[in-house]
């Protein structure tokens, strides 16, 4: 859990806002990162968390790399033994 909450501590402070220099952006690039929590109703010990980082190009191109665990009925149960799924996902706006 401490690296949980190092890792978003840390990602936050490296986020480094830019500006768009020109019109026509939805969203300006640069770092951002995240998190999310699935919390299954039906199997708690399906339970899930994702921590992802996000960079964003001015053409609208991104890159993502993130981390998925299971979490099983809170976050304070971690199965040491599983590692999780680091996962990289690439975005190319034409």
């Given at each position: 859990?401490?690296?949980?909450?190092?890792?978003l501590?840390?990602?936050?402070?490296?986020?480094?806002?830019?500006?768009?220099?020109?019109?026509?952006?939805?969203?300006?690039?640069?770092?951002?990162?995240?998190?999310?929590?699935?919390?299954?109703?039906?199997?708690?010990?399906?339970?899930?968390?994702?921590?992802?980082?996000?960079?964003?190009?001015?053409?609208?191109?991104?890159?993502?790399?993130?981390?998925?665990?299971?979490?099983?009925?809170?976050?304070?149960?971690?199965?040491?033994?599983?590692?999780?799924?680091?996962?990289?996902?690439q975005?190319?706006?034409?």
């Amino acid at each position: 859990m401490k690296i949980t909450i190092s890792a978003l501590v840390l990602g936050l402070l490296l986020i480094t806002p830019t500006l768009a220099e020109e019109d026509g952006f939805s969203t300006l690039p640069g770092w951002s990162v995240g998190y999310k929590f699935n919390l299954d109703l039906d199997k708690d010990e399906d339970s899930k968390l994702r921590l992802f980082g996000k960079y964003k190009e001015k053409d609208g191109t991104s890159y993502k790399l993130g981390w998925d665990k299971k979490t099983g009925t809170n976050l304070n149960d971690w199965n040491e033994d599983e590692d999780g799924v680091i996962f990289f996902e690439q975005e190319i706006k034409f």
